[in-house]
């Protein structure tokens, strides 16, 4: 099969799934100037940063269920890659919570991914890695050795990793780098091969790290020659489903990953939220009413640490003192424009002419432009295939934000409690 077929084919099945990817964006590009602005200037921003040492504030994209946030997330994932950047996309779920950032940063590096290179990203970068005396090369050496609040572990293993030739030794630092410590024991015995045993004093990695695991990985993509680490999260409205005290730590570790808490940067790091728009009404002032309850909750205990970031991470959501992106609905003119667009993919994709659909003229700012193309796409098949003519009628889905137990599930790596691999 021809391959733009092969393309043409593959985007029109992730638009009738509602999960777009890099060929649905090749196909169908967003259309919201502003949207493209700010996140071009987020990645420019991120390149400058490391002249200072200091991380741009992230993105924080708010839309209606539908309108198209996942979309401009595999756009976003298409332009940082272009622009030379190691690109990560996560969706927040039961397995990546944003309440333990351990996870997520497993998440963020097992989804990282490098320009022009299929495999995972560490593995790709682990497989061409040459030491070559850079100028990012030495300030990430002089980062991880003379940086007295950074685990020696980060010393310890990436001088192995540079000077070692042994590939299951590199492999396995490359899972410590993903999140899955080594064992002391082995780790001080690799280093004891190369004469440097007593140079680091390793121990169990201790609760509090996953932030310098976070900048320590964006300093090593520095070093291997790319322009920084964008993360994309999908979904963040998930954070309502978890009880209290889980949020107050979600909320926190937004602002911490956006590069808003005071002390807290991660140079080269560029993020990107994604919210539902009416998540501040529903959660932060509504029934929940987290913005008085969260302080309330964590206060005096042994999450008050949380407590200041959290509340950062509340007022970035509700728009005091941080400009959140609003995802507006599209017009008739660009609904339109989409129709002829979707209708003229379908065509090539299945050697056919999609025949035109009598409704759908019809504009209303409440259907989503996922429901829109869904319903086109599903009267063409019924058409293509069985010569049927059909009529759609698409229910709105309304998200809700009860907590769910099953979400709630903490593990003993919760609170940054490593796992150890063995």
Known sequence: MDKDVVQRRRAIEALRAGVPNRDVVRQLKPVQVDMEERFNDLLESAKDGWSDAKQQPGLLIEGDFGTGKSHWLEYYRHLALEHNFVCSSVVLSKETPLYDLNKLYRSCVESAVVPDKLGPALEEIGHTYKLTDSEFQRELFQWVEKTPEID??????????????????????????????????????????????????????????????????????????????????????MISKYSLRQRGKSYAHLAQLMGLVTGISIPGLATVFTLTKDYTGQVLRGRKNDIVNVSARMDGTRDEAYV????????????????????????????????????????????????EIDDHREYSMSTSMRQYIRSWITVWDLRRLYGYDANVIADTITPTYDEDV????ETPEEDDEPVIMM
């Open 152 to 237: 020696p572990r980060f010393a310890a293993t990436f001088f192995l990793f540079e000077r070692s030739q042994d590939e299951e030794l590199r492999a396995r630092i490359i899972a410590e780098w993903t999140g899955y410590p080594m064992r002391v024991p082995d780790l001080r015995a690799a280093l004891r091969e190369i004469g440097e045993g007593a140079t680091y004093k390793i121990r169990r990695p201790q609760k509090g790290q996953a932030l310098q695991r976070f900048q320590f990985l964006s300093r090593f993509f520095r070093s291997a020659g790319y322009a920084g680490w964008v993360i994309l999260v999908d979904e963040t409205e």
């Open 406 to 409: 099953d979400l709630q599930q």
């Open 308 to 355: 200041l970031p959290a509340e950062v991470g509340m007022r970035t959501i509700e728009g005091r003192g941080y400009k959140p992106l609003d995802l507006r609905p599209l017009t008739p003119e660009q609904v339109m424009d989409t129709y002829a667009t979707v209708r003229g993919l379908h065509s090539l994709a299945y050697n056919w002419q999609a025949p």
